[in-house]
């Protein structure tokens, strides 16, 4: 118990709840004790010296002493490599069946006693020895990865010990256990000896990697201190923080061994597909280091158990997260409402105050797309459930919403109350839907609702049990919904905050217990809302969003930061989580704006809203216990200023429509890091306080108290300042004016933007002159109807003819949209210094 733990367990034992967690810590501790296989001797194994190769489809099988390794290029260029025979599947994040083989990919022998698979788009070569190059095909090296060891439990009275270890210097690593430096370490070890009760796949292993040493790390699902990856040490357990969050804070909701790895040689996605708890070590590498070589980059991953395998894409930014979602599955596509601006909080207590809000947005011409309900409009926390007292005409309340242009969103946690005579635990308990101990015990919490029990998301039938309950939420009339609690969170005043590592799980008919199946619970819990609501409502899109997840969460909906603290760093934190699972693959995510404790000043409350207002989700929430975050609870100059970001959001709507589209096509996600078309540019890798929505438009968000003027760095090419309309050269930086009433905003040279233009779904294109000499473009996906529909994508173009912007519209003679130009053709650009303005 650490002094964390301490500080809780006193807190805990001052209330009911208190004791009722402190109780089922306990449980939790003893059940672990009794079920878990306890520590002993262990032995190391390396793969040895390489003996033969197998070819196969997309490369063969490289056998080594003591393992064997799979590599397979598939058509779309991605790069699997498994150890000890693990494949591709079966797995939670690929989408579908694996992905083809490349049949062009051609395996054969390479010099020093080692291998290679040849193919049009990487070239992959094997050591002698098990190390791993992944290569450009003009033979540039994007990273290797050294040969994995392992750590497995041996029979009591067998030799373990580990054995070929380096010398190195230590750094920490998981478990506080000194590891050594990266290198490429043999010993003689025999095979493994599996220990009594050890279930396969038990045994602990590391891997370490080798990147440029200009190479940037970013990833590895949602992390507060983002969106750039420093050195340091990252667990892989997705983890309720207990309170409110601010950047130093790690573990979050969502944790994914995903990382996206920018270099000057190129851009490459490594995904290490493994659910189990683990950690990732990264040191930043340096040029010239020492005697004036190299230091490379280095990233170290340990992981209790599970596989050994991963998928390596490289390319540009924009074609790895291409080849992702081909890998893992398009992004989910909301529904257009879910772009416009929403409102929750926890403590709306009443129908009657959830439409006294509705109606000050009306009645102060504030746009509002929903508004979500969190638990207190259950009865008394349980899910699936209404308080008839405090919403007595729930149907009614969402009727007379949706006439004024407002959908309901419902919250769902998994827990269910452990009650008899309550009708969802009494059909789950009669299904064996809740997951078990060891000894075939209903696994027991506390959460909200007081003891639960939680479905075990992993068995195909409980997901579509579970999938059906969402009829009694669409009859109540709700739009949406959003997942909450499902880390899985049980209340503990010491230890992990969640279920024991010994319950057991399905895992789809394979077997196991929670130390696989936890990172997993909160993608197939989505998993279970989405295909269920698909099957109701087969015309319509889903919306849902998840506090937790993993790789492969993007094909049921998205996510938003949690409960992110209030104040200037939750602010900046709310931006680094949505950069984050961007490169994840998980592109429709958005903050607490306001933060989701605290009381946020006038100002503080204004910037959070204006970045909030040009962020894929764009949700105000609160606590209970944080006050209000209507625009009109902070004054009357704030309310003026959050009108002026409300209206903006709604005219950009198109645009927003559009890069939903394009994220569910392509994987591109609509908020972009600056570096994303120049990822080359080292000095836009550091930048992390603006982004790019979409290709045209650069957002300078204020996230300083004070501040009426920001530096802003541009990306190389023509920009327009929005507000001004004045034209500056990047790259380089830029000082720009950012009064309380606006955030500097930027249109690259060249776009053509779609806007909504006077009457409902009127669109119009806003151009934007590109630089002389140059052309520019932009593209228009419009809404079909709300449903499953697949739009076209229309295409624009521009460029100067006979001293005038001309517009063109692809296979069309002109264009089917009014046309508005934008900027001030006639001024010259400013040109910035490259490090100063």
Known sequence: MDGRDLVRTVRAVGSAQGLRSLRS???????????????????????????????????????????????????????FCGWDGAAPEPSYALAGACPEADERAVLEPDTDGGWRVVSERVLVAVSRRGAVEVRTPGGVVLR??????????????????????????????????????????EGALQGPCRRPGHPPGAARWVQRSEVAADARFFGLGGRAAGPRLREGSYRLWNTDPGGAFEPGDDPLYITMPVQLVVADAGTHLVFHDNSWDGRVTLWEGEEGAGSGHDRPGRCEVR????????????????????GWAALTGAPALPPAWALGPQHARWGFGSEREVRRVAAGYRERDLPLSAVHLDIDHYRGHRVFTVDRERFPDLPGLAADLRAQGVRLVSIVDPAVKAEPGLAVYDEGAAAGAFVKDAQGREVRGEVWPGESVFPDFTDPQVRSWWGGLYAERLAQGFSGFWHDMNEPVSFAPFGD?????????????????????????????????????????????????????WAGMQRYGGTWSGDVATGWPGLRASLALVLGLGLCGVPYSGPDVGGFTGWPSPELYLRWFQLGAYLPLFRTHSAMTAGRREPWEFGPEVLEHARAALRERMRLLPYFVTLAHLAHRTGAPYVRPVWWRSPEDRTLRDCEDAFLLGDALLVAPVLERGADRRAVRLPRGRWYDVATGRAHEGPGQVLLDAPLSRIPVLVRAGSVVPV??????????????????????GVLIAEAGGGR???????????????AVAVCQEGAPEPAYPVRLRGHLGSSPGRPGPDKP
């Not at 009591?156 to 070929?164: E, Y």
């Open 789 to 803: 529909e697949t739009p076209e994508a229309v295409r624009f173009t521009t460029r100067w003819r006979d001293g």
């Open 144 to 185: 290797r990865d050294l040969p994995p060891r392992w750590w497995e439990p041996v029979a009591p009275g067998g030799t373990g010990g580990v054995r070929g270890a380096g010398a190195g210097p230590a750094v920490s690593g998981a478990g506080g256990a000194s590891q050594q430096q990266p290198g490429e370490t």
């Open 756 to 777: 909504a233009s006077g009457g409902e779904g009127r669109v119009e294109l806003e151009v934007w002159p590109p630089a002389p000499g140059r052309t520019g473009g």
């Open 303 to 322: 992981m209790d158990g599970g596989p050994v395998r991963s998928w390596v894409l490289v390319g540009t930014p924009a074609r790895v997260l291409h």
């Open 497 to 549: 905050p969640s279920l024991p590592r010994s319950a057991r799980h399905a895992l789809e008919g394979r077997g196991g217990d929670h130390r696989e199946a936890h990172n997993v619970y909160g993608l197939s819990m989505a998993r279970a809302g989405y295909e269920g609501l698909c099957r109701l409502r087969p015309r319509e899109r889903p919306f849902l969003f998840s506090r937790s997840g």
């Open 25 to 79: 810590a306990w449980r939790r501790r003893q059940a672990d004790a009794a079920a878990l296989p306890r520590p002993g001797g262990e032995r190391a194994r390396v793969p040895g010296e390489a003996l033969g190769a197998d070819p196969g489809p997309g490369g063969g099988v490289v056998r080594f002493a003591r393992s064997s390794l799979r590599v397979r290029v598939a058509a779309g260029g991605a790069v």
